[in-house]
């Protein structure tokens, strides 16, 4: 068919008096021999600077949607869960400090030549070694004030204050009943040779007898350490952030993820393990080495 058939008849071919066809546009067609388009410059740098801007966008939602395995979760949290944990090394260090130097004196206390004050000192060690540490974490919570007012000058009472009193009432009992053992297990010749010497009891009791109780008090001391160390993440409980707590927030900040909770729970369980058989080891070097016959 030839072209200008399709276009319709010529102006010199048309017939006088018919209206005059209107123009129609024919679809475009692309020449097999025609060369293809190049894309210019500026269309380049456009597209350069779409990929630049879309492709941060783009990664940070990928980013987002990507959930991160346990260990990467863990790694991440590291650092704000080993924070927490030298807390609880901090609280345990404390308690048993307070309730050593309480222990000792009440030990002593249960020596003592008067039968009303030995009746005292031994009904509060029987106290305080039956009854839970948990049940006397939240004696000590509800029962002592958020702060104290001393010489007008307040003075407030946080949690881990409250906690590591809590927890020095137990230490305080068995290091008594610990230095109260270990001063009968002293043979009685040692109290009749001071008593030939002209020793007052009090002096027996510094200068002779309690020397030789070091040793056997330490390796028992070490394991109330040890326990009261452990015991220390019952502090969460009563809204002390500790590492326990911190795990708690973690996995809860990690979307709750339930193949989450060993991990972060093992780590916690990990650290205390690091941190509490290094001391069992030592306790039982020291046993053997100062074992009595």
């Given at each position: 068919?030839?072209?200008?058939?399709?276009?319709?008849?010529?102006?010199?071919?048309?017939?006088?008096?018919?209206?005059?066809?209107?123009?129609?546009?024919?679809?475009?067609?692309?020449?097999?021999?025609r060369p293809p388009a190049r894309?210019?410059?500026?269309?380049?740098?456009?597209?350069?600077?779409?990929?630049?801007?879309?492709?941060?966008?783009?990664?940070?939602?990928?980013?987002?949607?990507?959930?991160?395995?346990?260990?990467?979760?863990?790694?991440?949290?590291?650092?704000?869960?080993?924070?927490?944990?030298?807390?609880?090394?901090?609280?345990?260090?404390?308690?048993?400090?307070?309730?050593?130097?309480?222990?000792?004196?009440?030990?002593?206390?249960?020596?003592?030549?008067?039968?009303?004050?030995?009746?005292?000192?031994?009904?509060?060690?029987?106290?305080?070694?039956?009854?839970?540490?948990?049940?006397?974490?939240?004696?000590?919570?509800?029962?002592?004030?958020?702060?104290?007012?001393?010489?007008?000058?307040?003075?407030?009472?946080?949690?881990?204050?409250?906690?590591?009193?809590?927890?020095?009432?137990?230490?305080?009992?068995?290091?008594?009943?610990?230095?109260?053992?270990?001063?009968?297990?002293?043979?009685?010749?040692?109290?009749?040779?001071?008593?030939?010497?002209?020793?007052?009891?009090?002096?027996?009791?510094?200068?002779?007898?309690?020397?030789?109780?070091?040793?056997?008090?330490?390796?028992?001391?070490?394991?109330?350490?040890?326990?009261?160390?452990?015991?220390?993440?019952?502090a969460s409980i009563v809204g002390?952030?500790?590492?326990?707590?911190?795990?708690?927030?973690?996995?809860?900040?990690?979307?709750?993820?339930?193949?989450?909770?060993?991990?972060?729970?093992?780590?916690?369980?990990?650290?205390?393990?690091?941190?509490?058989?290094?001391?069992?080891?030592?306790?039982?070097?020291?046993?053997?080495?100062?074992?009595?016959?």
């Amino acid at each position: 068919m030839n072209p200008s058939d399709r276009n319709g008849p010529r102006a010199d071919e048309r017939p006088e008096g018919r209206p005059t066809d209107l123009p129609v546009l024919l679809p475009f067609a692309i020449s097999k021999n025609r060369p293809p388009a190049r894309l210019r410059p500026v269309h380049g740098w456009l597209l350069c600077g779409l990929a630049v801007v879309a492709l941060p966008a783009w990664a940070q939602g990928a980013g987002a949607g990507a959930a991160l395995s346990p260990l990467e979760v863990v790694i991440k949290w590291a650092p704000l869960l080993l924070t927490g944990f030298a807390f609880n090394v901090a609280i345990s260090l404390m308690a048993m400090a307070i309730g050593t130097l309480a222990g000792i004196g009440l030990g002593l206390t249960m020596l003592a030549e008067g039968r009303v004050l030995r009746r005292i000192a031994w009904s509060i060690t029987q106290v305080f070694r039956n009854v839970p540490w948990l049940v006397l974490l939240f004696f000590v919570m509800f029962l002592v004030p958020f702060q104290v007012t001393v010489f007008g000058l307040r003075v407030p009472l946080p949690d881990w204050v409250k906690a590591t009193f809590g927890f020095s009432l137990p230490v305080m009992a068995n290091v008594a009943e610990i230095v109260r053992g270990a001063v009968r297990s002293v043979p009685n010749t040692q109290w009749e040779a001071a008593e030939s010497l002209a020793f007052t009891r009090r002096q027996t009791m510094w200068r002779i007898i309690l020397p030789q109780c070091a040793k056997r008090m330490l390796p028992p001391w070490m394991n109330v350490y040890a326990l009261i160390a452990m015991a220390t993440v019952q502090a969460s409980i009563v809204g002390v952030t500790e590492m326990l707590t911190l795990t708690a927030q973690v996995h809860a900040a990690e979307g709750g993820r339930p193949e989450l909770f060993a991990p972060l729970y093992g780590f916690a369980l990990l650290c205390f393990f690091l941190y509490c058989y290094p001391i069992d080891r030592l306790t039982a070097g020291l046993e053997r080495r100062f074992e009595t016959r």
